[in-house]
């Protein structure tokens, strides 16, 4: 976990605790991280669970990784550092919206183990869900929904995961997607299923 540079600072806590949010919610906080190379549906998988979600009126919202190099991190590029300050940020929105109870999710590339580990570190067990979106190089390239690939492949873009930078495997992902075997609707419920399973939407199952 990072310190804060100041000192003069103390944790001011909310009247309204984590278990009233709970009650009024019907439903529990979590961190749902979609991770997997660029065109492995991350970011299709998490829009469509996010609607499966609002339908089932839970506080929801997602964190896609193009939208918050918009504005959060408009300072940041593709070096390693910077992916690492990315993910860092990105982990700490998503612990503030997890605390407020909603169900956060993430569709980052977030290419390395050690990233994805202080994300999940920073919240609390059975909080975080690392969702792997498992799909071959040669399938994502077969998509390339943005024309990325080509690009790096050409040599126009330089450092993209999976071809000049690394993509490290989960090692133990709570949920693993199969995008290049299975529908996007499979996948969905697949989610769903699971977060039912693992009692996140426990008042709202119905």
Known sequence: MALPKSTNISW????????????????????????????????????????????????????????????????????????????RRIGEVAKLMMDGGTICLTAFISPYRADRQRAREIVPAGSFFEMYCKCSLAE????DPKGLYKKARAGEIRDFTGIDAPYEVPKSAELVLETDRLSPREC???VLA?????????????
Do not use: M
């Open 12 to 87: 001011d806590e909310s009247v309204i605790t984590y278990e009233d949010r709970i009650t009024r919610n019907g439903h529990k906080g979590a961190i749902l991280w979609f991770t997997g190379l660029s065109g492995s549906g991350k970011s299709t998988l998490s829009r469509l669970v996010e609607k499966e979600l609002f339908l089932r009126r839970c506080n929801i919202y997602r964190l896609d990784g193009d939208n918050v190099r918009h504005g959060l991190n408009a300072d940041l590029a593709f070096s390693p550092a910077d992916r690492e300050e990315n993910i």
């Open 140 to 143: 994502c390239e077969r998509r």
């Open 188 to 190: 969905v419920e697949q």
């Open 194 to 206: 699971f977060l039912q399973d693992h009692r996140i939407l426990y008042l709202n199952d119905r």
